[in-house]
């Protein structure tokens, strides 16, 4: 929304937009009948998306924001002075947004994706924010995901939240809301906006 609560839409939806890797996975499994035999021994690869977290990694580590930015900026014909003008509100703003995802690993919860792929999928959705938000938080039910989340997976996740007192996994998304804005409220945290998201759901802009 504008600052002024109006809502703001893109033209085109795929100037921003994500990619939900569970729902394309749970309509391949059902529309196995009507896939092709080749499509079928290809439905449970999920190697494109291993690579495509190890290619947004390497994307980061890489390019700066700005850089991105500027480079974005660029194809809807902003000059180099109109883009130095903006960009220190926008930089701002991309730096005072956490983005907040719940990540269910070692239980399967309410999800549709298969508990094997979940890992891979978290990666790939990280990587995808953290190209522009660089304050990401994963809230976990688990003591086992907590440990993954901070150090095994690799991402240099802001927090991680454990909520461990959620009596149902498919709580998890509302509990995570909630302990947002209990820290933002209580100033544990210091953040003027909050951006959700499903931990595999693979951010698209352009």
Same mark, same amino acid.
């Given at each position: 929304?504008?600052?002024?609560?109006?809502?703001?839409?893109?033209?085109?939806?795929? &100037?921003?937009?994500v990619?939900?890797?569970?729902?394309?996975?749970?309509?391949?499994?059902?529309?196995?009948?009507?896939?092709?035999?080749?499509?079928?021994?290809?439905?449970?690869?999920?190697?494109?998306?291993?690579?495509?977290?190890?290619?947004?990694?390497?994307?980061?580590?890489?390019?700066?924001?700005r850089? /991105?930015?500027?480079?974005?900026?660029?194809?809807?014909?902003?000059?180099t002075?109109?883009?130095?003008?903006?960009?220190?509100?926008?930089?701002r703003?991309?730096?005072?947004?956490?983005?907040?995802?719940?990540?269910?690993?070692?239980?399967?919860?309410?999800?549709?994706?298969?508990?094997?792929?979940?890992?891979?999928?978290? @990666?790939?959705?990280?990587?995808?924010?953290?190209?522009?938000?660089?304050?990401?938080?994963?809230?976990?039910?688990?003591?086992?995901?907590?440990?993954? @989340?901070?150090?095994?997976?690799?991402?240099?996740?802001?927090?991680? /939240?454990?909520?461990?007192?959620?009596?149902?996994?498919?709580?998890?998304?509302?509990?995570?809301?909630?302990?947002?804005?209990?820290?933002?409220?209580?100033?544990?945290? &210091?953040?003027?906006?909050?951006?959700?998201?499903?931990?595999?759901?693979?951010?698209?802009?352009?």
């Amino acid at each position: 929304t504008a600052g002024n609560g109006t809502l703001i839409q893109s033209i085109d939806m795929l &100037d921003f937009s994500v990619m939900h890797l569970s729902t394309f996975e749970r309509l391949q499994r059902r529309w196995l009948d009507a896939l092709s035999p080749a499509a079928k021994a290809n439905s449970n690869n999920i190697d494109p998306i291993i690579r495509s977290a190890n290619s947004l990694a390497s994307f980061n580590s890489n390019i700066t924001r700005r850089h /991105l930015a500027y480079t974005f900026f660029n194809k809807v014909q902003y000059n180099t002075s109109k883009f130095n003008s903006i960009w220190p509100k926008l930089s701002r703003k991309l730096n005072r947004t956490v983005v907040i995802m719940p990540f269910l690993g070692v239980d399967m919860g309410a999800g549709h994706s298969k508990l094997s792929y979940r890992f891979n999928y978290l @990666a790939s959705c990280f990587w995808s924010f953290y190209t522009f938000y660089p304050n990401i938080v994963a809230a976990v039910k688990s003591p086992k995901d907590r440990e993954f @989340a901070l150090n095994m997976s690799g991402l240099p996740f802001f927090d991680v /939240l454990l909520l461990d007192y959620i009596p149902k996994s498919a709580g998890l998304p509302v509990a995570t809301v909630q302990q947002t804005k209990q820290r933002i409220a209580s100033g544990q945290w &210091d953040f003027d906006y909050v951006f959700f998201t499903e931990s595999d759901q693979i951010l698209l802009m352009r």
